[in-house]
């Protein structure tokens, strides 16, 4: 998914989709650089996550390209 905003509705779609999905193995997240992504946001979306899963979240902090996974 890119161009996230880090907005209810969207960090909702991920959690569906997650339980929609089982056999999902990987899932990437890209958020719009413009936007500021709280340490919050990031840490319920890696929750979401079940063991079985890869999550990849990437997003600007300071200009930088950074990526959180589980």
Same mark, same amino acid.
């Given at each position: ?16 989709? $997650?339980?929609?999905?089982?056999v999902l193995k990987t899932i990437t ?16 979306? $890696?929750? $979401? ?22």
């Open positions: 998914m890119s161009m996230l905003k880090g907005a209810e509705f969207e960090i909702c779609f991920v959690k569906r989709l $997650l339980k929609w999905a089982p997240l890209n958020f719009d650089p413009s936007v500021t992504v709280s340490e919050e946001v990031c840490e319920e979306l $890696l929750s $979401l996550a079940s063991p079985g899963i890869c999550m990849e979240i990437y997003l600007r902090r300071d200009g930088a390209k950074i990526m959180g996974d589980q």
